[in-house]
């Protein structure tokens, strides 16, 4: 009898070794770690058998300069990495990491606030992205000193340099209090007002900018004529509408005088005295109502007695006045932007701009 034997030795094709190799690691994934201890080096790597991770913090783990090198950086890549279309970004940063900040005042001495910084710096066509980490760690370099432009300046070259770019800004938002008196009572507390400080360099131009919040009571100079011809014609008792208004003192400050917060409150102050009050007692309240009567405004009003005021001080360049009387009358406000020169020109207004001024208390 002739047996004749099929060939055994054939090589296995591609289609083979791929169900092997799937075999094989479908198995890996239920094996105990004695059989998975048992296979050879290069059995482990074709199974991808990794050691399992472990779930305790390595808190004797240091980290030393080999180690820091082999960290991934994305941020820092080539441009190949770049998402979206390669242009130029003006501003990119971080917004509202707080900390406690000293500031000098006109009258009191140092006062330490918490304070709102954003840093942001621009960005190259070709680069993917910045290490914004080193923004807050380079302000924290200076935020133990009592804050100036001055400081704020050194700040701005500092992280310009740590993060190679040409054009960058900081903004400083704080709640600055200051005492003040009470109409006729003799009385006095703390008004508190949104100061933000803000240093922009642009093509190696510098612009030192101030915004300030102010906030008072507009009478309408219409009701009040209104209320005044029904006294006068029918004997009828009437009374003007006034509200709560808001404007955005902004100012850009040149020269090398300081203009305190306190100069550019008294500024307003003098422009419009009829700022909302913070203690009050009867003789107050009419006291108020006095001081409204002698100083009825429109919105118009309001921004262009704003401007005399700031227009007048050799401290101030370019300046922006934008006002908010919040209607009693109407179910809507009026409202005003005045600006003087480039700094604070432009066709387009944010959205959010006169949502943004209304002050709750």
Known sequence: MNIHTPGISKSPDRKEAEEALSILRRWAQTA???DLDSLTPDMKALAQVAAPFERVYPDTFAVDTAYKSSLPDLQNGPSSLIR???RMIQHVGISNFRLPIRYQTRDNGDVQLETSVTGTVSLEAEKKGINMSRIMRTFYGHAEKTFSFGVIEAALDDYKTDLESFDARIQMRCSFPMKVESLRSGLSGYQYYDIALELIEVEGVRRKVVHLDYVYSSTCPCSLEL??????TRNQLATPHSQ????????????EECLWFEDLIDLCRNAIPTETQVMVKREDEQAFAELNA???IFVEDAARLFALSLQGDSRIGDFRVVASHQESLHSHDAVSVLTEGPTFAADSLDPTLFKSLYHVG
């Open 227 to 232: 209320s005044e011809h029904a006294r006068a």
């Open 294 to 296: 002698a100083n009825p």
């Open 244 to 255: 709560r208004s808001v404007a955005r003192i902004s100012v850009e400050v040149t020269g």
């Open 32 to 34: 105990t770690e004695t």
């Open 84 to 86: 979206g279309a390669k």
